[in-house]
Every structure is written in structure tokens, then in C-alpha cells.
């Protein structure tokens, strides 16, 4: 145990890149280069390699957060550069056309149990790409990326089934933290934008300050502001949940949030999910449409990863009743 924590204290305080609270390391390792398929380019105003938080009492941080799956067996889990595939049901279950979530960043340990509780019907991926935004936002850079990435899980399901060639129907993605940096790429090229059904973002809307001034960037959020309203209208999902922390030098998920609202002219509403874990308190709450907006208190590391934790409950059982719906 001394071992670890002196281990833990010689950490740069990067909650936010770094996975702690996310669970025990992946046997997948994020430290190989990344696939060719993934293309860089430059970042965006707001890329984000440490959490504004302090390191928490060690033994806290690594509380127990795990999801009972004594009644879940996932039938086909395929291994991919960074990522795991996921058919909850295995291959009878994929049809000719069938859904996929993507979620960004969060260890697969972590991940995993959660989204096998969800009830998404869908194929799922989760992506870990390493620390901070930038990595995301690198891989998802490039014109095509979205669909380059649904291409290989297209074939890894083809292959792996066999069968009659399948085909992908809607499309969702979903961050927590750093993974914004992929889901803002890709919503910042309308026509990879237009293939998204549902956006789900925990505690992860980030951009840049406008210069000179701590507001938020206006042009810097014309992509999500884009999705959000389309959501309003019904045409799209677009859940966001964030917590009180205020970054040093780039916009806080609460100015972020408080933006969609001003813009769109929200009314507060009832919470969502009024206390999703114990001491997660919700503080506002905003919806239209398929949009919706929740802010919680905390300011902390804690705060920060219990987004992640209670994301089963805030955010993918929206994307569950809108699939099923239709």
C-alpha cells in the first residue's frame, strides 16, 4: 500500500486524462501507438491535459464503484486497437441493420458492467485513446474519421458473425471527461454530424475562452449549439450532465451548459435525476425536445468522476427510450 500511494503522490493531478476513478487498467493497453486509420490535425481552442482539482485522500478515490454482473455474460466481446467491441446479446441479436454507441474515455472495467446494465439495444464500443482531450481530438481530426471508425466495427461484427453482410442504422455517441475532444470533432463537420442520432456528454463540454476575457467562445460552440437545437426540434438526443468545477484558462462545463441554455432560451424544469448517487445533488436542470441539460454540485475529483459512475442513470436511459421508441 506504501508502494502505491507514493506511487499515486508522484501523479500529475490529470484526473480528468488520467482514468483513476475509472477502475483497475485495462488488460487493453492504452500506451501502443495509435491505429493508422487515425488521422491528426490541430486542436481546438480547449484541449484539456489536467483536471482543475486537487488529488483527494487516495483510499477515497479508489472507493469501491463497481456494478454488480453476476446476471450478465456479454456473449461476444472483440478486442480492437483501443477499444472493445461489445454485442450484449451476441451475434443472434445483431440484425441486418443494428445501432451503435460509441463511448469515449473511462476504463473498459468501468465501462463495461454499466453499459451491459443499460438495456441499449445496440452494438456498443468503448474507446479509451489516453490522457487529456488532445489525443481524441487527434484521432477524430480527420475529414472521414467517423466513418472510418464505424467501418471497422461493421467488419469486425461481419466477420466475426459471418452471416449475411450487416449494416449500420443509428449512430450515438457518448464521453465522459476527456472523450469530448472525439464527439467535438466530429460534430464540427455537418455532414459526420448529420450521422449522429444522440450526443451524451458527462461532465465533458469544453471549449476555449474568447481572448483576452474568461466568456465563453461563441464560435468555438457553433457545433454543439447546432446539435443541441436540433435536438429541441425532436430530430436528434442531446443529454448533457456537468459538474461545479472551474478549470484554470478554458470554459467549465457549467459556462458551457449555461450557453445552450441562454441561446436557446430554456426554462428550467424539473431534475432528471434529482441525486443519482449519494451526495451527486442536482443543482438545475434545463429541457426542451430531445434536449436536456443537468448541472450537479461538487467541485472536486469526486464530483468530477461520479459522472462517469452514475451515467447509467443520467444519461444512457435517455438513449434507451428514444431507441426504443423507433
Request: hydrophobic fraction near 45%; charge should be positive; proline fraction near 8%.
Amino acid at each position: 500500500m506504501r508502494t502505491l500511494l507514493r506511487l499515486l503522490a508522484s501523479l500529475p493531478v490529470a484526473i480528468i486524462g488520467m482514468g483513476l476513478a475509472s477502475g483497475a487498467p485495462s488488460p487493453l493497453s492504452l500506451q501502443r501507438p495509435l491505429p493508422s486509420r487515425f488521422a491528426a490535425n490541430a486542436p481546438i481552442g480547449a484541449r484539456t491535459a489536467a483536471a482543475p482539482v486537487a488529488l483527494p485522500n487516495i483510499v477515497a478515490l479508489l472507493r469501491t464503484t463497481a456494478v454488480s454482473t453476476d446476471s450478465i455474460t456479454p456473449a461476444l466481446r472483440i478486442p480492437l486497437p483501443h477499444s472493445l467491441l461489445i454485442a450484449p446479446h451476441g451475434c443472434a441479436s445483431v440484425g441486418d441493420r443494428f445501432d451503435v454507441l460509441i463511448h469515449f474515455h473511462g476504463a473498459f472495467t468501468t465501462v463495461e458492467p454499466r453499459l451491459l446494465e443499460s438495456g441499449i439495444d445496440g452494438v456498443y464500443l468503448v474507446q479509451n485513446l489516453g490522457n487529456g482531450s488532445g489525443a481524441y481530438e487527434d484521432a477524430y481530426a480527420g475529414k472521414g474519421s467517423l466513418g472510418a471508425e464505424l467501418e471497422v466495427i461493421r467488419n469486425a461484427l461481419n466477420q466475426r458473425c459471418g452471416g449475411p453482410a450487416r449494416s449500420i442504422a443509428r449512430v450515438a455517441l457518448s464521453g465522459w471527461s476527456a472523450g469530448y475532444g472525439a464527439i467535438y470533432r466530429i460534430l464540427a463537420r455537418p455532414a459526420e454530424a448529420e450521422r449522429v442520432d444522440a450526443v451524451l456528454l458527462a461532465d465533458g463540454m469544453h471549449v476555449g475562452y474568447e481572448p483576452g476575457s474568461r466568456r465563453v467562445r461563441a464560435a468555438a460552440m457553433a457545433p454543439y449549439l447546432a446539435f443541441a437545437a436540433a435536438s429541441v426540434r425532436g430530430e436528434r438526443l442531446m443529454a448533457v450532465t456537468h459538474s461545479a468545477i472551474v478549470p484554470p484558462g478554458y470554459a467549465s462545463t457549467t459556462a458551457t451548459a449555461e450557453f445552450l441554455v441562454r441561446e436557446l432560451a430554456l426554462d428550467p424544469t424539473p431534475a432528471v435525476s434529482p441525486e443519482p448517487r449519494p451526495g451527486m445533488r442536482a443543482t438545475s436542470s434545463n429541457a426542451r425536445g430531445g434536449l436536456s441539460i443537468e448541472g450537479f454540485a461538487g467541485g472536486d475529483a469526486h464530483a468530477h468522476c461520479d459522472h462517469l459512475y452514475a451515467i447509467g442513470d443520467t444519461l444512457w436511459p435517455q438513449l434507451r427510450e428514444r431507441w426504443a421508441a423507433k
